[in-house]
């Protein structure tokens, strides 16, 4: 449970923040009781404002696979910083992070950086419409890409039926170019584009999904996306947010082979600072003002402190090369819980990418939204909230991803175990 300073924090935050956060999951709304306000982050660990500290597996959403303030970032972020913060001017720097962008991702052939991963999605959209002289997007349930007017859709009723606003605020006319189908269902994605053929500009997927919790592809789902948007002259764009530099140096795309036209970046391409990028084949990026008529911007775009942190962030993943040792203690720790789980009886389904992973309070396996929705959203709020006693952060959200930096450690990952252990015995 949040603590004084927390509780007292919030009310003077809920006077004159909407809801008392700058970002709705912080809110603890699906968990319950107040948000707990951090001070402090350092490696593994937060420390909250009325002086507790947490085995972090949140990491801020995903950017910080290095810890928190990792030394060599917060070096680099500083030395810019004095430099100075933003020129609204080119700089070598913003080359240089794109340069090293396109060495790992080599799909993104020309780069644009960006403010955060929405303006990029939102822009990859734009850019897609106009390359193609087609409206419709289709994406998958479940799958987020920031609060893009366009994809806050949910389903329509149908495979094929045109989505509606997800959100108010959204015009129906603008949700109607957006068709929504499973994630992992190949044979409604191509119903939804031989239904609208001709009028799809692009379909946008997060390769592995982390936004309904972590539901991975099924072998095929990728490599049919490929050849069906091939096939209609449709933009196939990888929502790489995410994963982009959490499941190998690079995304996704360099672990299953699929190359897409268009690729999003952001969380840890940023190093922890607010910078994300879009990019892709040179004949559609050219496109991009000021070379081409898409007109896409931003003052702080490429600043050089965001950029310092990402530089830096990179550079230090190519020299750790830390994935082996994070996807191994990632794995280990799913099977603890799952072991743990079989043995009293908790219905709990881990899955498990690299390293990230969700645990799901349901007994079924869940290969999409339909399957994560089964998911016990209230047994998870008491999971949750017995583990924040403990000392333990995970995603105060039953559908979100929690995630582990190189900064955990054996004794970190064994303590958590334990905790897991004990309140998945004790029956939260
Ligand atoms: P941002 O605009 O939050 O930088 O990125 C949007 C975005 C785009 N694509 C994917 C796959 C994403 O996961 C996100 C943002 N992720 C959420 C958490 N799953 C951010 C947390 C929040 O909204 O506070």
């Not at 962008?101 to 960006?114: D, F, G, K, N, Y």
């Not at 982009?244 to 922890?272: A, E, H, M, N």
């Not at 607010?274 to 496109?287: E, F, Q, S």
């Not at 950029?307 to 603890?336: F, M, Q």
């Amino acid at each position: 449970m949040a603590g004084l300073v927390s509780r007292r924090l919030f009310r003077r935050a809920s006077a004159v923040i909407p809801g008392g956060v700058n970002s709705p999951v912080r809110a603890f709304r699906a968990v319950g009781g107040t948000p707990v306000f951090m001070r402090s982050g350092r490696g593994a660990w937060l420390q909250d404002v009325d002086g507790k500290r947490y085995l972090d597996f949140c990491l801020s959403w995903g950017p910080l696979i290095l810890g928190h303030a990792r030394r060599e970032v917060v070096a680099a972020a500083g030395r810019a910083l004095r430099r100075g913060s933003t020129f609204g001017a080119a700089t070598e720097a913003e080359v240089a992070l794109a340069e090293a962008i396109r060495q790992a991702v080599p799909s993104m052939e020309l780069v644009r950086l960006t403010s955060s991963g929405t303006e990029a999605a939102m822009s990859a959209v734009r850019l897609a419409r106009a390359f193609t002289g087609r409206d419709m997007v289709v994406k998958f349930s479940g799958c987020y890409h920031g609060h893009v007017d366009s994809l806050l859709v949910a389903a329509g009723s149908g495979a094929t039926t045109l989505g509606v606003p997800d959100s108010a605020g959204v015009p129906e006319a603008w949700a109607r170019t957006t068709v929504t189908v499973p994630y992992n269902d190949l044979q409604a994605a191509a119903a939804a584009l031989r239904r609208w053929r001709g009028r799809v500009a692009a379909v946008i997927v997060e390769p592995v999904a982390a936004n309904m919790g972590v539901v991975l592809p099924r072998p095929g789902f990728l490599e049919g996306l490929r050849e069906l948007t091939a096939r209609h002259g449709v933009l196939l764009v990888f929502d790489e947010v995410i994963t982009g530099f959490r499941v190998c140096y690079g995304g996704y795309q360099r672990i299953c082979g699929v190359k897409p036209d268009l690729t999003v970046l952001g969380k840890i391409v940023g190093g922890g600072l607010p910078l994300a990028a879009y990019g892709g084949r040179k004949d559609v990026m050219r496109l991009v003002a000021p070379l081409g008529p898409v007109y896409q911007a931003g003052t702080l775009s490429g600043n050089p402190v965001a950029v310092a942190a990402g530089l830096e962030t990179l550079r230090l993943l190519k020299a750790l090369k830390p994935y082996r040792r994070l996807e191994e203690r990632t794995r280990s720790l799913a099977e603890d819980i799952r072991r743990c789980a079989r043995a009293c009886g908790a219905p709990v389904t881990v899955n498990q990418a690299a390293s990230m992973m969700t645990v799901f309070f349901t007994e079924h396996p869940v290969t999409d939204y339909a399957s994560a929705k089964l998911a016990d959203a209230g047994r998870y709020a008491a999971f949750f909230q017995a583990l924040l006693e403990s000392g333990i952060y995970f995603p105060p959200a039953q559908w979100e991803a929690a995630f582990l930096s190189a900064a955990h450690g054996e004794r970190d990952l064994d303590r958590a175990a334990r905790a897991i252990g004990r309140v998945l015995t004790a029956g939260s």
